[in-house]
């Protein structure tokens, strides 16, 4: 963990937002929109909360981080690079052929720091509850973190997960939930009755938090107070902004799958730098 | 076999710190010694398939071997999706038990069937589809599954199904072995529905019918050696699963004959019609019904020489 001021946290998650949004207009890689909500989520667990090592990415002891909504590879790369599990370089290939850099993460072994495949919903956070009991059963000191999206929250492999969760009283598992309002064709709550979700979390024998998703400081006491329970796995409810940081994007969900044109990358590129 | 399989596994969890179990909510006392032996080991993942693969898939890229243990359609078809992403495409060494599967619990109904499962997991890149014939066979395979680097699907039966094989010699993923020599036809199966096709091998060789009984061992990965040797020795064979016709066995041999040997063999395949059954009753009527007991294989065998001889 490197200790980071929040004022340094906002301009990595400001230089993120601006490649983000550069490799969606360069290599035409959609779920901008999905990405744009969760920077200062990754940018909090990457920078403050994760025990990992750039250096040593397969250390058995390292916490894993799970990204359950895998179609914020897009943001997950430029996390990973920034943080330097590969040289920012590599991402110059983003989206070509023959690339590993593509719309969804791969399966470990062909990007450093990435724990699992994911892009199908619903798999991340079981996936990361079976290493969070792995660890306990190896007696390793490793906290396992998924980050979902609202709509993922329609899968019913979530609540499934949910409930062997709180079973089994695995408090080293951290789910956090992107929860920006859209899913891919609507708002989330019309599509499926979500609300009220962080009480759904806590139904479930959850220890459930709600936050500003975009808050540092929130964000901090949150991770925070769930590492100290001792008890029950933890889920930070995130309100997020569909597209936060360029006022064009900002809760439109054509930018789920839209790419910015020159124009429309040049406005966005304007906007970020008076961050 | 799932007692072969609960004494095997609870011998195993002593063995190695690694191996979990994983049940969905079945076994009903069959795992108390298991958890006696490793209690922190054992998790009951509830009625609740999806999760269960996916936690497995994790729990392996962790470190750990974890087998998967519940009713065979339950297992495979009901999660196949977490099977397909969790397990084969991370190469998780996840092991999959599918119990009472092919037709072990034909009256419960359709829901309990399973004659699709192999036909399904065998399209899946790296994951090897195995169906010992008997409780030596589970062994042996269960033993080398847990050692391998990949995941492993294994379809058993119930219990109190015969022991074919004499004894532990070449058993294993991948490894064919015959269970009873001939001269006149080629039998190769999966299962312990080869103990039916003992008997008939038995009852046709009254009227001078000389069949070789084989147990494939299960359809990913094919002995290839041992069949080339086959396909020198025998021009005609029959395929015996219990498992629909499609996409089983049946299948997985025709297209090994098409790749390395094509036109050499005439091969009848037999198993479950393309069908759904409805009017139920016990494995034994039911394999009656289909023609997959000892009589009925006894009959398919003759007709299938006798077409031979036409």
């Given at each position: 963990?490197?200790?980071?001021?929040?004022a340094?946290?906002?301009?990595?998650?400001?230089?993120?937002?601006?490649?983000?949004?550069?490799?969606?207009?360069?290599?035409?890689?959609?779920?901008?929109?999905?990405?744009?909500?969760?920077?200062?989520?990754?940018?909090?667990?990457?920078?403050?909360?994760?025990?990992?090592?750039?250096?040593?990415?397969?250390?058995?002891?390292?916490?894993?981080?799970?990204?359950?909504?895998g179609?914020?590879?897009?943001?997950?790369?430029?996390?990973?690079?920034?943080?330097?599990?590969?040289?920012?370089?590599?991402?110059?290939?983003?989206?070509?052929?023959?690339?590993?850099?593509?719309?969804?993460?791969?399966?470990?072994?062909?990007?450093p720091?990435?724990?699992?495949?994911?892009?199908?919903?619903?798999?991340?956070?079981?996936?990361?509850?079976?290493?969070?009991?792995?660890?306990?059963?190896?007696?390793?000191?490793?906290?396992?973190?998924?980050?979902?999206?609202?709509?993922?929250?329609?899968?019913?492999?979530?609540?499934?997960?949910?409930?062997?969760?709180?079973?089994?009283?695995v408090?080293t598992?951290?789910?956090?939930?992107?929860?920006?309002?859209?899913?891919?064709?609507?708002?989330?709550?019309?599509?499926?009755?979500?609300?009220?979700?962080?009480?759904?979390?806590?139904?479930?024998?959850?220890?459930a938090?709600?936050?500003?998703?975009?808050?540092?400081?929130?964000?901090?006491?949150?991770?925070t107070?769930?590492?100290?329970?001792t008890?029950r796995?933890?889920?930070?409810?995130?309100?997020?902004?569909?597209?936060?940081?360029?006022?064009?994007?900002?809760?439109?969900?054509?930018?789920?799958?839209?790419?910015?044109n020159?124009?429309e990358?040049?406005?966005?590129l304007?906007?970020?730098?008076?961050? | 076999?799932?007692?072969?399989?609960?004494?095997?596994?609870?011998?195993?969890?002593?063995?190695?710190?690694?191996v979990?179990?994983?049940?969905?909510?079945i076994?009903?006392?069959?795992?108390?010694?298991?958890?006696?032996?490793?209690?922190?080991r054992?998790?009951?993942?509830?009625?609740?398939?999806?999760?269960?693969?996916?936690?497995?898939?994790?729990?392996?890229?962790?470190?750990?071997?974890?087998?998967?243990?519940?009713?065979?359609p339950?297992?495979?078809?009901?999660?196949?999706?977490?099977?397909?992403?969790?397990?084969?495409?991370?190469?998780?060494?996840?092991?999959?038990?599918?119990?009472?599967?092919?037709?072990?619990?034909?009256?419960?109904?359709?829901?309990?069937?399973?004659?699709?499962?192999?036909?399904?997991?065998?399209?899946?890149?790296?994951?090897?589809?195995?169906?010992?014939?008997?409780?030596?066979?589970?062994?042996?395979?269960?033993?080398?599954?847990?050692?391998?680097?990949?995941?492993?699907?294994?379809?058993?039966?119930k219990?109190?199904?015969?022991?074919l094989?004499?004894?532990?010699?070449?058993?294993?993923?991948?490894?064919?072995?015959l269970?009873?020599?001939?001269?006149?036809?080629?039998?190769?199966?999966?299962?312990?529905?080869?103990?039916e096709?003992?008997?008939?091998?038995?009852?046709?060789?009254?009227?001078?019918?000389?069949?070789a009984?084989?147990?494939?061992?299960?359809?990913?990965?094919?002995?290839?050696?041992?069949?080339?040797?086959?396909?020198?020795?025998?021009?005609?064979?029959l395929?015996?699963?219990?498992?629909?016709i499609?996409?089983?066995?049946?299948?997985?041999?025709?297209?090994?004959?098409?790749?390395?040997?094509?036109?050499?063999?005439?091969?009848?395949?037999?198993?479950?019609?393309?069908?759904?059954?409805?009017?139920?009753?016990?494995?034994?009527?039911t394999?009656?019904?289909?023609?997959?007991?000892?009589?009925?294989?006894s009959?398919?065998?003759?007709s299938?020489?006798?077409?031979?001889?036409?």
């Amino acid at each position: 963990m490197i200790t980071t001021p929040p004022a340094e946290l906002s301009l990595t998650a400001c230089n993120l937002r601006r490649r983000l949004v550069t490799t969606s207009a360069e290599a035409k890689i959609p779920h901008l929109g999905s990405c744009l909500s969760c920077v200062e989520l990754l940018v909090q667990l990457y920078w403050r909360e994760l025990r990992i090592d750039p250096e040593a990415p397969d250390d058995p002891d390292r916490d894993r981080f799970l990204l359950s909504k895998g179609h914020g590879a897009p943001i997950l790369f430029q996390v990973l690079g920034e943080r330097g599990f590969f040289p920012l370089s590599e991402l110059a290939n983003f989206g070509k052929a023959g690339s590993v850099f593509h719309e969804h993460p791969p399966k470990p072994g062909y990007i450093p720091g990435v724990e699992a495949a994911t892009g199908s919903l619903g798999h991340g956070l079981p996936m990361a509850l079976g290493m969070a009991l792995a660890a306990r059963i190896q007696q390793r000191p490793s906290r396992c973190y998924a980050l979902m999206s609202d709509g993922e929250c329609n899968e019913g492999s979530i609540w499934e997960s949910a409930m062997l969760a709180a079973t089994q009283k695995v408090h080293t598992l951290t789910a956090i939930v992107d929860f920006n309002k859209w899913q891919a064709t609507g708002r989330s709550q019309d599509v499926m009755a979500l609300d009220p979700l962080a009480q759904k979390w806590e139904a479930f024998g959850w220890h459930a938090q709600e936050i500003d998703g975009h808050d540092f400081g929130a964000i901090e006491r949150a991770l925070t107070a769930a590492r100290r329970e001792t008890e029950r796995p933890s889920v930070i409810v995130a309100h997020t902004v569909k597209g936060k940081g360029v006022s064009f994007m900002e809760d439109d969900n054509n930018w789920h799958y839209r790419t910015p044109n020159p124009e429309e990358l040049a406005a966005a590129l304007s906007e970020l730098e008076l961050v | 076999m799932r007692d072969a399989f609960a004494k095997e596994i609870t011998a195993l969890a002593s063995e190695r710190a690694d191996v979990t179990l994983l049940s969905g909510d079945i076994g009903n006392r069959m795992f108390d010694r298991f958890k006696l032996a490793a209690p922190e080991r054992f998790f009951n993942c509830g009625i609740a398939e999806a999760n269960m693969m996916s936690l497995a898939a994790g729990m392996a890229l962790s470190g750990l071997r974890p087998v998967i243990y519940t009713i065979t359609p339950f297992t495979t078809t009901r999660c196949l999706e977490q099977i397909r992403v969790g397990v084969a495409y991370h190469q998780a060494p996840v092991v999959i038990v599918g119990t009472g599967s092919g037709l072990s619990y034909a009256e419960l109904g359709p829901t309990h069937h399973s004659l699709e499962d192999m036909a399904i997991l065998r399209t899946l890149p790296g994951l090897n589809v195995v169906a010992p014939a008997d409780s030596r066979e589970l062994v042996a395979q269960l033993r080398e599954a847990l050692d391998a680097p990949h995941p492993t699907y294994m379809r058993i039966g119930k219990k109190g199904e015969p022991v074919l094989h004499a004894d532990n010699a070449g058993l294993g993923i991948g490894k064919a072995n015959l269970l009873r020599d001939g001269s006149d036809l080629l039998l190769l199966g999966v299962g312990p529905i080869l103990g039916e096709a003992l008997q008939a091998a038995e009852a046709v060789s009254a009227s001078g019918l000389s069949v070789a009984v084989v147990s494939l061992g299960g359809v990913k990965p094919l002995d290839g050696a041992f069949l080339a040797e086959m396909v020198q020795r025998f021009p005609r064979w029959l395929s015996l699963e219990e498992h629909g016709i499609t996409g089983g066995l049946g299948s997985a041999l025709l297209e090994w004959l098409a790749d390395h040997h094509p036109g050499r063999v005439t091969l009848r395949r037999l198993g479950v019609p393309d069908i759904f059954l409805h009017e139920l009753g016990n494995q034994t009527y039911t394999r009656r019904q289909l023609g997959l007991d000892a009589e009925g294989l006894s009959h398919s065998i003759s007709s299938f020489h006798g077409d031979r001889q036409r």
